[in-house]
């Protein structure tokens, strides 16, 4: 039994780096071959080769880089706001008891309401635009970060909050040289989740707050125009961005946190 | 050298509240160490040694009975006084020299002086060549030496030592005990060991502080007149030894029955879970 794997890894032969493009590339062939061979007539299958001209003729034409543009603006500007703030809120959390007593409590009641929930509200208070969408963006980076702050600080060791009143430590000392450095790996992590989180409520902002420009939007308008080239177009391209923001954070993190060894891999 | 340092402890007290009911730890302490003198405390777990450390090193308060360093009492802590724990406690995130400089951060000195310092204490415990490794590259051993090195590098008067080879292997101990007794010879300044190991005690000490537990009191005081270096086969260390060791056969009854108040809730009872600011 043991020695099946192996045997057929052997007959394979793929090289590591490859193996993980096995899979995608099988389904491209399994679309194109479906097409070719038109084991499907329906309009909603196209051709690889029509969503290639398509890119083509998105990226060419600028279409593409506007529409990224703004979702990336959008995306970014939440994130930043959010973990901003989730910082600041989810230190003080840490930091002071009479704080979290005071509002933490509504804070963890807060938390528990999907994210999609305050569309309606946001879109009374701030409307369909871009306040709208960066709000709602903020909120989606913020939860996150907030409580990974707050319980990466509550988790710093107490043997090392010792060594700093040994040694004499301010408390501002403490926060910066101690408090902050032993909870980083929890608030990067926190931050990590939420550079995801924004980047999938930023698609979501714009299926449900309709209006102004952005990748999702894009797909929206292929969806309606039974544009299915255009649709897949905008998976993929949402698919790359989210890989690669999720790829430049892992490797930021793992970069900051290499103090840890190799406890922490890149992802 | 000529450091500072005489400590006065007398009828020193401390007992903790475990659910309500007072637990004594510490009954009765006694002791006058000398400025430049090694003292080891050894006993049982459950004797009050580590609270006895933590005392003086100022982490714990509310004590009765009188600590006095130089003739004035003790309260809070102080760059006067180093600790090295048990567990070495290196910041992970700094490397080596990092680690040691921090230790300086309210010293007073020009970063030209700290630098300087902080490279004659690399060199006192050896660790040339890493000072620029992150702890998770160090061994037990060579952690507790930084972690030696950072308590030593604000020049305190007195060094308090936790069990501080406690979770090293034989070989690395003896070669610690070994280095420790010849950073004490150069620094010339008081330390006070406290340990379990009672070979280790006799090795190191001027002193051999014997404590009884529940409460922890001061059972006998074995002077150690032996030259340096200590040769541990030597009959009259051997003597030593057994005459320590006997303080503790003297009552098989509270020495074989199992803790009752094990130093656990000690821990737990007065470390601040996290740090906070009293807003």
């Known amino acids: 039994m043991s020695d099946t794997p192996i045997h057929l890894g052997r007959r394979l032969a793929i090289p590591r780096a490859l193996r993980g493009w096995v899979l995608p590339i099988a389904l491209i062939v399994l679309w194109w071959a479906a097409v070719a061979f038109g084991w499907s007539q329906s309009p909603l299958l196209v051709a690889p080769s029509k969503v290639w001209d398509t890119a083509v003729e998105q990226i060419v034409s600028g279409k593409l880089f506007s529409a990224l543009a703004a979702s990336l603006w959008r995306d970014l500007a939440g994130f930043a706001i959010g973990s901003t703030v989730g910082l600041v809120f989810g230190t003080a959390l840490g930091l002071s008891r009479l704080f979290e007593k005071m509002v933490g409590p509504t804070f963890h009641t807060v938390k528990q309401i999907s994210l999609f929930a305050w569309i309606p509200l946001i879109s009374v208070w701030f409307g369909l635009g871009d306040t709208a969408k960066v709000v709602f963006l903020s909120l989606a980076a913020f939860f996150p970060v907030v409580l990974n702050t707050f319980e990466g600080i509550r988790a710093v060791p107490a043997d090392l909050l010792e060594v700093s009143r040994v040694l004499r430590f301010t408390r501002r000392q403490t926060l910066w040289r101690v408090v902050i450095p032993a909870a980083s790996p929890s608030i990067f992590a926190g931050i990590h989740l939420a550079l995801i989180y924004a980047w999938l409520a930023t698609l979501g902002a714009e299926y449900l707050l309709v209006s102004g420009k952005g990748i999702g939007n894009t797909m929206i308008d292929g969806r309606e125009n039974f544009w299915m080239d255009l649709v897949l177009f905008g998976v993929i391209v949402v698919g790359t961005v989210g890989f690669t923001l999720n790829w430049i954070a892992g490797h930021i993190e793992a970069r900051l946190l290499r103090w840890r060894g190799r406890s922490v891999a890149a992802h | ?279």
């Not at chain 2, 014997?210 to 922890?216: F, H, S």
Request: with cysteine; glycine share 8%.
């Open chain 2, 1 to 279: 050298m000529a450091h500072t340092g005489t400590l006065d402890i007398s009828h020193l007290s401390k007992q903790y509240d475990v659910k309500g009911a007072a637990l004594p730890v510490l009954e009765d302490i006694t002791l006058t160490i000398q400025p430049g003198e090694f003292v080891s405390v050894v006993g049982t777990s459950g004797c009050g040694k580590s609270t006895l450390l933590r005392l003086i090193v100022g982490l714990e308060d509310d004590y009765r009975g009188e600590i006095l360093l130089d003739g004035k009492r003790v309260v809070g802590t102080s760059l006067q006084r180093g600790i090295v724990f048990q567990e070495h406690r290196l910041f992970p995130w700094l490397t080596v020299e990092q680690n040691i400089s921090l230790a300086l951060l309210n010293s007073g000195l020009s970063e030209g002086d700290q630098f300087r310092t902080v490279q004659s204490h690399i060199d006192l415990v050896g660790l040339n060549g890493f000072e620029h490794a992150y702890p998770y590259q160090l061994s037990g051993g060579m952690s507790q030496r930084v972690a030696i090195a950072r308590a030593l590098v604000t020049r305190p008067d007195i060094l308090l030592l936790d069990e501080p080879f406690g979770a090293l292997d034989a070989l690395t101990r003896a070669y610690l005990q070994q280095e420790l007794h010849r950073i004490w010879e150069a620094e010339g300044i008081t330390m006070i060991l406290v340990t379990h190991d009672v070979e280790e005690a006799v090795y190191l000490g001027e002193r051999v502080v014997v404590m009884e537990p529940r409460p922890g009191r001061i059972r006998r005081i074995v002077p150690v007149d032996l030259a340096h270096p200590r040769e541990r086969s030597a009959p009259a260390f051997s003597r030593i030894r057994d005459t320590v060791l006997r303080e503790f056969g003297d009552k098989p009854a509270a020495a074989a029955a199992p803790p009752l108040a094990p130093e656990v809730p000690v821990v737990t009872d007065h470390v601040p879970l996290a740090f906070q600011f009293a807003i």
